[in-house]
C-alpha cells in the first residue's frame, strides 16, 4: 500500500504518525531533557524518509548531548520500501550506516549483519540454525572495525532444532578491551539455554534489548558478564509466554540466569 506521502508501508503503519512526522517535529533538546538513554531499530527508520532521517537526526542530537545511543539492526524486508529506485537492503544498508556511525550500543544478529552490513560470522548457517561462537566473536570485531565509535556490540545466538526447539544465547563483545563474553555458561564454557517447547517466539528480540538496556542502566546488573545474562534469561523466558510482551518479573529473570531452570514452583 502507498502513502500519500508516496512511502509503501504495511496496513498496520500506515498513516501513523512516526512514519509521516518529518524530522523538524520533534524538539530534540526538550525530548531529551530528562534521559539518558536513545535507542533506534532498523524497523523505525525502514518506515518512510521521513522517519528514518528523524531517526539519524535524533541520534546525531543524543550523541551531541551525551546520551547512550543504542540501535537493534532488525533488518525486514517487506518495510524498505520508501524509495522505489533502491532494492530493499541497499536502502536499508546506505541509511543504517549513517545511522550507526552516532550509536554506541549496537544489537544485531547475524542474519541483520549479513542483511545490512554485508557481514558475515564464519562457521555459522542461519537458516540450518548451525552457529560458532568464535565466528561471532569475529564478526563484531569486523563491526568494530568499520564503526570505531560502537561501545557495545550484542548479539543473540540461535541453533534452530525445530519450530519448538531452539539453543539460546547471547554474546556481548567490548570493543574497550577487545573481549567477548556469553551467556548462559556452565563454568567458564558458553552452554545455551535448550527452549524444547517454545510457545511464542515474537518479541524475543525486543525482550533481549529491553532486558540488556535494562541491566547496563542498573548499577549492580551493569557489568558486561552480569548484563548478557540477565538480557539472555529473560528473552529466554520470553519464548515461554504468549504475545509480544515480556511479563516475567525481575526475580524470575534473575533466578534463570543464576541457574534455576528446574521449573519447580516456588512456595
Known sequence: ???????????????SSI???????????????SVDWFHVTD??????????????????????????????????KKLWRWDSESAPKSLAERTMRELLGFVDVL???????????GLSASGSDVHSGVISVDGY??????IATQFPNLRLIATTLRE????????????????????????PRKGDEYHPYEITSIVDRVGGGDSFAAALIFALTTEELSAPDD??????A?????????GDFNLSSRSEVEALAAGSASGRVVR
Do not use: K
Open 1 to 15: 500500500m502507498r502513502s500519500p506521502t508516496g512511502a509503501w508501508q504495511s496496513c498496520d503503519r500506515e498513516g
Open 19 to 33: 512514519a509521516l512526522f518529518e524530522p523538524s517535529t520533534y524538539a530534540w533538546n526538550d525530548v531529551f531533557a
Open 43 to 76: 524497523i523505525t527508520t525502514a518506515l518512510s524518509r521521513q522517519a528514518a532521517e528523524a531517526a539519524v537526526e535524533g541520534a546525531r542530537t543524543a550523541r551531541d548531548l551525551g546520551l547512550t545511543v543504542s540501535c537493534d539492526l532488525n533488518f525486514r
Open 107 to 117: 544489537i544485531a544478529n547475524e542474519e541483520d549483519a549479513s542483511n545490512v552490513l
Open 137 to 142: 566473536a569475529d564478526l563484531a570485531h569486523q
Open 160 to 183: 534452530s532444532i525445530s519450530a519448538t526447539h531452539n539453543r539460546w544465547g547471547a554474546m556481548l563483545f567490548d570493543t574497550a578491551s577487545g573481549l567477548s563474553h556469553f551467556a
Open 227 to 232: 548484563a548478557l545474562g540477565f538480557a539472555a
Open 234 to 242: 529473560a528473552s529466554c523466558l520470553a519464548y515461554s509466554i504468549w
